[in-house]
């Protein structure tokens, strides 16, 4: 069965603290994205990447950069973690750029900030 | 920009009853693709449903069936013979085609199946 793994479930982190998500598929996928989900909101795109050592933007990228340095593993970057970056994150993969549906999801990551 | 609305944030259903989720899109594109997908309270994502904008057949999977209007830009779920295992957030989506899959996300309708 294809994987995408979220290396925490939860988190709780401290104001100002530098904050790594990580996600990796098993999958051979191209494509990784993360998204945020709050209550009310929805997900919403924080940054995506289509290739190796390639990065896009999404919605709301403020406050967060990624790394792709491997295939397998993208990373969400929170330089200085704000009370307004507590969420939910969810990390998931499809197989290339121009397939539309095969999204395989990770189980999230609940990050707190104090 | 593409936008994706659910005007019913809760829903109840009772145990073998039929419900339908709302969902509306605004687009100015032709090809797309809309998605259903379930959030139980265990968090993973789940695909219930895909339709492509160029087939007018509307998507089934087993006990759900949707209603794809592409006029009105209306893509409502409907849950027949609801389970207790239904009960879960979920989330109407849209990607246009080949933008690298990005999906846009509706707010959510929150489902209650009840005894």
């Known amino acids: 069965d294809v994987k995408v793994t979220q290396s925490s479930r939860y988190l709780v982190k401290r104001t100002g603290e530098k904050v790594f998500l990580e996600c990796v598929q098993d999958?051979?996928?191209?494509?990784m994205f993360w998204y945020r989900q709050d209550p009310g909101l929805g997900l919403r795109l924080i940054y995506f990447s289509y290739d190796v050592k390639m990065k896009e933007k999404g919605d709301i990228p403020e406050g967060y950069s990624v790394s792709r340095e491997k295939k397998e593993r993208f990373s969400l970057i929170l330089e200085s973690a704000s009370t307004n970056q507590t969420s939910m994150y969810l990390c998931?993969?499809?197989?290339?750029?121009?397939?539309?549906?095969?999204?395989?999801f990770g189980s999230g990551t609940r990050l707190t900030v104090v | 920009a593409q936008t994706v609305t659910q005007s019913q944030p809760e829903m109840s259903v009772q145990e073998a009853e039929t419900v339908t989720l709302s969902c509306t899109y605004d687009?100015?594109?032709?090809?797309?693709?809309l998605f259903w997908y379930k959030q139980p309270p265990s968090r993973q994502m789940i695909l219930v449903i895909r339709?492509?904008?160029?087939?007018?057949q509307n998507a089934t999977e087993n006990r759900f069936s949707v209603n794809f209007q592409k006029a009105a830009k209306s893509f409502s779920l409907k849950i027949s013979d609801s389970q207790l295992g239904d009960t879960a957030m979920y989330f109407c989506a849209f990607t246009l085609t080949g933008t690298a899959s990005k999906l846009t996300f509706g707010t959510g309708t929150r489902l209650q199946v009840t005894l």
């Open positions: 998931a993969a499809t197989p290339s750029f121009w397939d539309s549906g095969g999204y395989t």
């Open positions: 687009t100015s594109e032709s090809n797309y693709y």
């Open positions: 339709q492509e904008a160029y087939k007018q």
């Open positions: 999958m051979d996928h191209e494509n």
